[in-house]
């Protein structure tokens, strides 16, 4: 909870909160709750579509956001935004740190505070350029055809499948999954160019030829059904994606093939650099690695704090917020 004047804003909150605005940044559920009934919706209009289509409706509460009140292209998602109030504070929600096909980076302003999340605020969390992670991906997807072996990639249903479709989609025939079949859909009616699929898949597997083929799908843990089948009958080759990737043993961990790190977030260096294009007097880590980065970030000489994961509002930590 952030209090501006005579306004209090709900920052993502995980429940109801009672506030004057409640600001949702983005349609991933772990951002998304159903509104208090009285608080007012602040939300970009691809959020509001993409929460409908996942059953949190925000538009019966929608509200353009209130004067010195702006939002900003976090990134992160298709609709995914940051929240700056009278440019004393920046929200930015989860945060991208570079372009990604179709999607941008986190854009930023000056302000006094900062709250932003650390998913990887740690040094050992530094992403390959996109380029020669596209680059490595074509030549496993390239060595698994010659073998007449189908490729599935696997991301998270919503934002990083449709990246991934628009990256891979030249290799044919190209499936997805129907739950990124559905997103994919609301990405298009939105204007992103991302190419027809060949057809979508259910936990049937209807309709998926013998030999070589490139499907996207959810993410899948090694004693998942389906990636066991798909394993099993098709001989698939399994590929991972997620900015954890840059562990040892991820890949192994989920069962995957390969794993590869690509992230919707910003990595240790992009935060950064976030931080430092802010240049604020005071900063709030949320999320991930919050104690660590605020750490780097006091020898940096930054104000920094984590926030606890029970805290309600930043004039728990300073009067003047």
């Not at 010195?68 to 989860?94: F, M, N, P, Q, W």
């Not at 991906?137 to 934002?159: C, E, H, S, T, W």
């Not at 597997?205 to 993410?219: I, N, T, Y």
Request: aromatic share 10%; glycine share 8%; with cysteine.
């Amino acid at each position: 909870m952030v209090e501006r004047g005579s306004s209090r804003y709900a920052l993502d909150p995980h429940e109801p909160v009672k506030a004057d605005y409640t600001f949702v940044s983005h349609a991933h559920m772990d951002h998304v709750e159903r509104p208090h009934p009285k608080t007012k919706v602040i939300a970009s209009d691809e959020t509001v579509v993409l929460a409908r289509a996942r059953g949190v409706e925000l538009g019966a509460n929608r509200d353009r956001p209130p004067e010195g009140v702006s939002l900003l292209d976090s990134g992160h998602i298709l609709g995914a935004r940051a929240l700056c109030i009278e440019d004393e504070v920046l929200y930015t929600g989860d945060a991208a740190g570079r372009e990604r096909a179709f999607m941008s980076k986190c854009r930023t302003r000056k302000a006094r505070i900062l709250i932003t999340e650390t998913t990887f605020g740690d040094p050992r969390y530094v992403f390959p350029p996109l380029e020669q992670t596209v680059r490595e991906v074509n030549q496993m997807i390239a060595g698994a055809f010659d073998k007449g072996r189908p490729v599935v990639l696997m991301g998270y249903p919503l934002g990083k499948s449709q990246v991934l479709s628009y990256l891979f989609s030249s290799w044919t025939p190209f499936f997805v999954y129907e739950s990124v079949r559905e997103m994919n859909e609301l990405y298009r009616q939105a204007g992103v160019p991302l190419k027809a699929e060949a057809g979508s898949v259910d936990k049937a597997l209807a309709g998926l030829p013998r030999g070589p083929w490139l499907m996207v799908s959810p993410m899948m843990g090694s004693r998942n059904g389906l990636a066991l089948r798909l394993k099993r009958d098709y001989g698939a080759v399994l590929a991972a994606f997620s900015g954890w990737a840059m562990d040892r043993g991820y890949g192994a961990h989920m069962g995957a093939d390969y794993s590869f790190p690509l992230s919707d977030h910003c990595d240790f260096a992009e935060l950064l650099r976030l931080v430092e294009d802010v240049a604020p007097e005071t900063v709030y880590t949320t999320h991930g690695f919050t104690d660590e980065f605020a750490r780097t970030l006091r020898a940096e000489g930054f104000d920094a704090k984590p926030l606890a994961g029970y805290q309600s509002a930043l004039s728990d930590y300073r009067e003047d917020t």
